[in-house]
């Protein structure tokens, strides 16, 4: 299979070290005409999935489908003049070379959203169904959730990296983060639990039920009622969600809606502060939201 080439430039950055989670890999693409001595600063979007976002020939998927393309959605959309150009900071999720891990254990870990889940999770540890672990975390279906520290990687030491190396815009105003499935779910978090960081998030297909029935008691409410409980003020923070309604998309209309409701309490306008899209007949994969990713990409980086 012919790989197209990248509209921009990019550049790996190999097994980046944590004190917080494993070494990954952390791709950053820079639009056409920008370079790390460029003097024009641009504003920062954090992809998670980011083995997922570009084509190239060393990518885990090359020779696949499993692409969303966003280089060439915001190379469109900067042409058109309809955004302001970003950098992505395409963040790899903690998978198995081999495709072994994909989307099991070590990915569901960092992504599942740490408090709500603890909170709930701590309640039921009388009962036996689950234990604390000698890490000091809540063990569950046999993994050690740490959402917790994969946001401090992200905050703490990836951004102070990236803000170092490259023309970035540093503030909140202009820093954002997308992703989709579970990625959805921790971007939403993150925003929630770093607010003054993140000026926005795009969550896609955001998994507010569970893939399996044993999760699924807290899965679809608890982490819902924790972030209705935690969203900041309404005026300083942007949210996209979307799902649609095929596969496992077709699930997660009634979570995204106690999630509405949720937002509009905390006074967030819809349509100015936070968007919810329905996709008739779009599913759960890098195809669907590849064909929408210009849509969240508006919302946040729109030119007015």
């Known amino acids: 299979m012919l790989v197209p080439p990248l509209n921009g430039t990019i550049i790996h950055h190999e097994n980046v070290a944590s004190r917080f989670v494993p070494s990954r890999l952390v791709d950053v693409w820079l639009p056409e005409g920008i370079d790390k001595k460029s003097k024009e600063s641009l504003p920062v979007i954090y992809m998670q999935d980011g083995e997922m976002m570009f084509r190239y020939p060393e990518s885990l998927f090359a020779g696949s489908d499993y692409f969303w393309d966003v280089d060439k959605a915001i190379t469109r959309l900067v042409k058109n003049n309809e955004i302001r150009p970003p950098i992505v900071v395409a963040v790899a999720s903690a998978l198995d070379r081999s495709h072994e891990n994909w989307q099991k254990d070590a990915r569901r870990a960092e992504y599942m959203p740490q408090k709500p889940v603890e909170e709930n999770l701590k309640s039921r540890m009388q009962s036996g169904e689950v234990r604390p672990t000698d890490i000091g975390g809540i063990e569950e279906e046999g993994y050690v959730i740490s959402s917790d520290n994969y946001l401090k990687f992200l905050v703490d030491e990836l951004k102070p990296f990236i803000d170092k190396t490259y023309p970035t815009l540093t503030g909140q105003v202009d820093t954002f983060i997308m992703g989709s499935s579970m990625g959805g779910l921790i971007s939403a978090y993150a925003v929630a639990e770093y607010s003054e960081v993140y000026g ?86 890098p195809k669907d939201w590849r064909e929408r990713v210009h849509i969240p990409l508006r919302f946040l980086l729109g030119i007015d």
């Open 200 to 285: 926005g998030a795009a969550c896609l297909s955001s998994a507010w039920t569970a893939m399996d029935g044993a999760t699924s008691e807290w899965h679809n409410d608890v982490i819902v009622e924790w972030l209705s409980s935690h969203w900041p003020t309404a005026g300083r923070n942007r949210v996209y969600f979307d799902y649609g309604t095929k596969e496992l998309d077709a699930k997660y209309e009634p979570g995204q809606k106690k999630m509405d409701d949720a937002l509009s309490k905390h006074g967030f306008v819809e349509g100015k502060d936070w968007v919810t899209r329905r996709f008739v007949g779009a599913g759960h994969g």
